[in-house]
């Protein structure tokens, strides 16, 4: 038995086919690189944006730049809000190869009044959108142009949400009433490539060069291909039970004939008690409750793959490893081998990455 743990296998050639893929497709790429790195790591990401041509990332916060910037040698946008009480995102506005996003009128005053001479912040000016999470609302804009001279204006910020309907109209109007307050690249999240280009020829009008508009992607630039990457844990012991016995921390009664299987992966890897996307359909459940199964008898779907079925938990995660229930009649994996877990990679922490 090699190493034990839970593993993410990458098709490294393929991958990156894809991230080309979506690099060439999209207008403006750019590359968010936050959080557990979607799975990946921030510095694996960094490498990899500037591996394919990247001219700017953005990351998710001030505290984020460190792990990247040593890496990627371009711009860094940071996109949550800039604000003057962060001690850290102050100093960065400082820095050349950072970008700022400020959200509220009284901070892009505040970070104008950073200004050196020679030297002014690089500042998005971020446009509230029916997210409400961050930004000035549309009508509110023209406040802020008489402070625009003072920061080395970048341009526009537009968070858009996730859902389809109303998404195109919105970006429009609030990409309008922006560039009616100032000229400026359009930075937008969650407006799909085909999207982002006819708004881009559109707000240009019929004889002049497209908008300059740049779009921010994480998910779907890195996560977006299933077929690049495989997750895997390994089998760490098998127990043969009988219906009645008891077992896992809880005790709980064993509810028939057959075997735990323990492998690794729980809680600090981000494991909870159902798999990410459902993988029984309604009538499996009638039929799982008629024959008085195991959801029947309370456990939880579990992310782990055995025998071409996604199986149960006896009992909820432990830290690094979970107890699985399977039926007599199903072979129980080897220990030492590796089954298939789903992970839902932007929450999940693996023990190691392998690319092929
Ligand atoms: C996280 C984030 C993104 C990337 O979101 P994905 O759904 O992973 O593409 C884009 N823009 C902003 C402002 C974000 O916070």
Redesign the pocket.
């Known amino acids: 038995m090699g190493v034990s743990g839970v593993t993410l296998r990458l098709d490294g050639a393929r991958w990156r086919e894809h991230l080309q893929t979506v690099s060439r497709a999209t207008p403006g790429l750019v590359p ?1 690189v ?1 959080g557990n790195g979607y799975g990946y790591g921030l510095a694996r990401l960094a490498q990899e944006s500037a591996d394919f041509g990247a001219d700017t990332i953005a990351v ?1 916060t001030a505290s984020e730049v460190d792990a990247v910037r040593e890496i990627f040698a371009g711009d860094i946008v940071v ?1 949550s809000p800039w604000r003057p009480d962060n001690g850290l995102a102050v100093t960065l506005a400082a820095d050349p190869r950072v970008i700022s996003t400020v959200s509220r009128l009284a901070d892009v005053a505040a970070i104008a009044d950073l200004a050196v001479e020679g030297r002014r912040p690089r500042v998005l000016v971020e446009v509230l959108t029916s997210m409400r999470r961050h930004g000035i609302p549309a009508p509110d804009l023209d406040q802020v142009t008489s402070l625009l001279p003072q920061v080395d204006f970048v341009g526009w910020s537009i ?1 858009l949400p996730i859902l389809a309907e109303g998404r195109y109209p919105e970006a429009e109007r609030l990409s309008r009433a922006a560039r009616n307050t100032a000229p400026g690249t359009l930075w937008l ?2 407006l799909p490539a085909d999207e982002g280009s006819a708004l881009a020829r559109q707000l240009g009008g019929a004889n002049a060069d497209p908008a300059p508009i740049r779009l ?5 630039l890195w996560l977006g291909d299933e077929s690049t990457r495989r997750t895997t844990a390994t089998v760490l012991d098998v127990h043969r039970v009988n219906r009645g016995e008891r077992a896992g921390y809880r005790q709980r009664v064993v509810p028939a004939d057959g075997w735990i299987v323990v492998i690794s992966g729980g809680t600090s890897h981000g494991i909870g008690l159902e798999a990410p996307t459902p993988a029984v359909s309604m009538r499996q459940r009638v039929i799982s409750v008629a024959t008085g199964s195991l959801e029947a008898a309370g456990l939880a779907l579990s992310p782990y793959t055995i025998g071409s079925k996604k199986r149960w938990f006896l009992e909820p995660p432990h830290m690094q490893s979970s107890l699985i229930f399977l039926p007599r009649k199903q072979a129980p994996p080897a220990v030492g081998d590796e089954v298939p877990v789903e992970l839902r990679l932007t929450t999940a922490s693996v023990d190691r990455i392998v690319t092929d």
């Not at 921010?216 to 779907?220: A, D, K, M």
């Open positions: 968010v936050k998710g996109m968070h999240s969650h921010r992607v994480g998910t779907r």
